[in-house]
C-alpha cells in the first residue's frame, strides 16, 4: 500500500468545487507537515498551501489565495484540499507530499519530503 494517495479529482465546470483528500497509511500525519502541489503540462510544480504539524496554514500561491482551504483530519490520518471557485487555470495534476519534522513548513525540493503520492488530476472544463 502506497504511503500517500491522492483521490478527489476529476472533471470539474468552471466555477465549481472539488475536495482533494491526501490519506497516509502506514504513518502518522501528525508529526508532518503536508502540502498540497500541482503541475500542469508544460509548466514547473507549483506549492500551493502547507499544513504544519503544528496546525499553522501556510498559503504559498496567490493564484489559489481565497478559493483553496487545506485542513486535516487526524481520527481518518488525512489531509483535505477544499477548492472553490475553480478556474480552467486550476487544471493540472494535484499532488500532496510529507515532510516530518515540527519546524517544517513544506519548504526545500522534492528530495527533502519524506512522502509524495502519485497524483490525482482536476481538469476544469466547460
Known amino acids: 500500500q502506497l504511503p500517500l494517495v491522492e483521490s478527489g479529482g476529476g472533471l470539474v465546470q468552471p466555477g465549481g468545487s472539488l475536495r482533494l483528500s491526501c490519506a497516509a497509511s502506514?504513518?502518522?500525519?501528525?508529526?508532518?507537515?503536508v502540502g498540497w502541489f500541482r503541475q500542469a503540462p508544460g509548466k514547473e510544480r507549483e506549492r500551493l498551501s502547507c499544513?504544519?504539524?503544528?496546525?499553522?496554514?501556510?498559503n504559498y500561491a496567490n493564484s489559489v489565495k481565497g478559493r483553496f482551504t487545506i485542513s486535516r483530519d487526524n481520527a481518518k490520518n488525512t489531509v483535505y484540499l477544499q477548492m472553490d471557485s475553480l478556474k480552467d487555470d486550476d487544471t493540472a495534476t494535484y499532488y500532496c507530499?510529507?515532510?516530518?519534522?515540527?519546524?517544517?513548513?513544506?519548504?526545500?525540493?522534492?528530495?527533502?519530503?519524506?512522502?509524495w503520492g502519485q497524483g490525482t488530476q482536476v481538469t476544469v472544463s466547460s
Open positions: 507530499a510529507a515532510q516530518r519534522g515540527r519546524d517544517k513548513k513544506c519548504q526545500g525540493p522534492r528530495p527533502m519530503y519524506d512522502y
Open positions: 499544513l504544519t504539524s503544528n496546525g499553522e496554514i501556510i
Open positions: 502506514g504513518f502518522t500525519l501528525d508529526y508532518y507537515a
